[in-house]
């Protein structure tokens, strides 16, 4: 159970997080409590460099992608070319599908590379 000291700061928590409008008779004091413009200010300048506004949003979004379909590319491409004799996966593609992998695997991986310097030295600049 929460003690009133906890309901009170959760409260007053969710009342500076909501932008719902409130429908008792306490929107006097709860206007007083509001978030002084300064903070408002600030939060706004953070939301607005988030999301698709954001000129490295893709870039950002694009880097677990391309470095995770590297990886299993090269992972795949390793399967098929040491699986051994046994392997049923080597019987359904030709040769030199696992060389295709290895190249797309490398291209993916050194895309995802240059996102992260690209990511990288755009924050410090």
């Given at each position: 159970?929460l003690t009133?000291?906890?309901?009170?700061a959760?409260?007053?928590i969710a009342?500076?997080?909501s932008n719902?409008?409130?429908?008792?008779g306490?929107?006097?004091?709860r206007n007083?409590?509001?978030?002084?413009?300064?903070a408002a200010?600030n939060?706004?300048k953070?939301h607005?460099?988030t999301?698709r506004?954001?000129p490295?949003?893709?870039?950002?979004?694009?880097i677990p992608?391309?470095?995770t379909?590297g990886?299993?590319l090269a992972?795949?491409?390793?399967l098929?070319?040491?699986?051994?004799e046994?392997?049923?996966?080597s019987?359904?593609?030709?040769t030199?599908?696992?060389?295709?992998f290895?190249?797309?695997?490398?291209?993916?991986?050194?895309?995802?590379?240059?996102?992260?310097l690209?990511?990288?030295?755009?924050?410090?600049n």
């Amino acid at each position: 159970m929460l003690t009133d000291a906890e309901i009170s700061a959760t409260q007053e928590i969710a009342d500076a997080l909501s932008n719902v409008p409130w429908t008792d008779g306490d929107d006097a004091q709860r206007n007083a409590d509001a978030i002084p413009a300064s903070a408002a200010a600030n939060v706004s300048k953070a939301h607005s460099r988030t999301g698709r506004g954001d000129p490295l949003f893709f870039r950002r979004t694009i880097i677990p992608i391309l470095l995770t379909c590297g990886a299993i590319l090269a992972g795949a491409g390793a399967l098929l070319l040491f699986g051994g004799e046994d392997n049923a996966l080597s019987d359904l593609f030709p040769t030199w599908t696992p060389f295709v992998f290895f190249v797309l695997a490398f291209i993916f991986l050194g895309f995802g590379a240059l996102n992260v310097l690209a990511v990288k030295n755009a924050k410090s600049n």
